[in-house]
């Protein structure tokens, strides 16, 4: 069974350039989920999509858009990128309801350098 | 605002011993806690839950413990094992809230 898929691996882009990150989930998790690792701030939520609606939202900036499609594929969007957007980007999908005991499982991540 | 805390960024720990991680959290709505282990360049996996109405969930060599009065919890590893160095983190959700809340994670390094 595939995990969850997070493409590209790594991308480098420059101030004030927007960026596209995908995620695939695991066959048939509908849930996907957005987060931002920066070092001593852990994970921090962005969002998370069901069924191609938004359910909940972090505290970030509108410049963070995402949304899913109808194969429960995700993207999120950064634009107007800033130094501080440099990050490990991970995507996590769910079967069961998110909030529960059974937790996400994660992809590999998407690492974001602005420079 | 920090409503999942964890206070130590590194731990050592001899292989062998016990290694014990805490974590602290704020917000009595909190129903699920759970812990995971992240290696770098590579994403967290889930390793171990536990619900509000428990105290104590064991899972091979992994035991948390949920202290609700206090609001805290502990993850013990026994006995770690040098495949165990990761960053740990913990989580925990609101049901309904459709999310997890994570703390910013403890290094933890066991010696051979």
């Known amino acids: 069974k595939a995990g969850v898929t997070q493409t590209p691996r790594y991308l480098i882009k420059t101030r004030g350039q927007q960026v596209t990150l995908s995620c695939s989930p695991i066959s048939g998790h509908r849930s996907v989920s957005w987060y931002q690792q920066t070092p001593g701030q852990g994970l921090q939520f962005l969002f998370e999509y069901f069924s191609e609606t938004q359910r909940n939202k972090g505290n970030f900036p509108g410049r963070f858009s995402g949304r899913q499609f109808s194969n429960s594929r995700s993207e999120m969007n950064v634009s107007t990128l800033e130094l501080g957007d440099s990050a490990l980007y991970l995507c996590?999908?769910?079967?069961?309801?998110?909030?529960?005991?059974?937790?996400?499982?994660f992809g590999s991540g998407t690492r974001l350098t602005v420079v | 605002d920090q409503q999942v805390k964890q206070n130590s960024p590194s731990l050592s720990v001899q292989e062998g011993r016990i290694s014990i991680l805490n974590c602290d959290y704020t917000n009595s709505m909190f129903d699920y806690f759970l812990w995971y282990k992240k290696y770098p360049a590579e994403g967290p996996t889930f390793l171990i839950s536990?619900?509000?109405?428990?105290d104590k969930n064991e899972d091979g060599r992994f035991t948390v413990f949920l202290n609700k009065s206090a609001k805290h919890l502990s993850l013990h590893i026994v006995p770690s094992q040098p495949g165990d160095s990761a960053v740990y983190f913990c989580?925990?959700?609101?049901?309904?809230?459709?999310?997890?809340?994570f703390g910013t994670g403890t290094r933890l390094k066991v010696l051979a």
């Open positions: 536990i619900s509000s109405i428990k």
């Open positions: 996590a999908s769910s079967l069961a309801p998110v909030g529960g005991n059974y937790g996400y499982t």
């Open positions: 989580a925990a959700s609101d049901s309904g809230t459709y999310k997890y809340i």
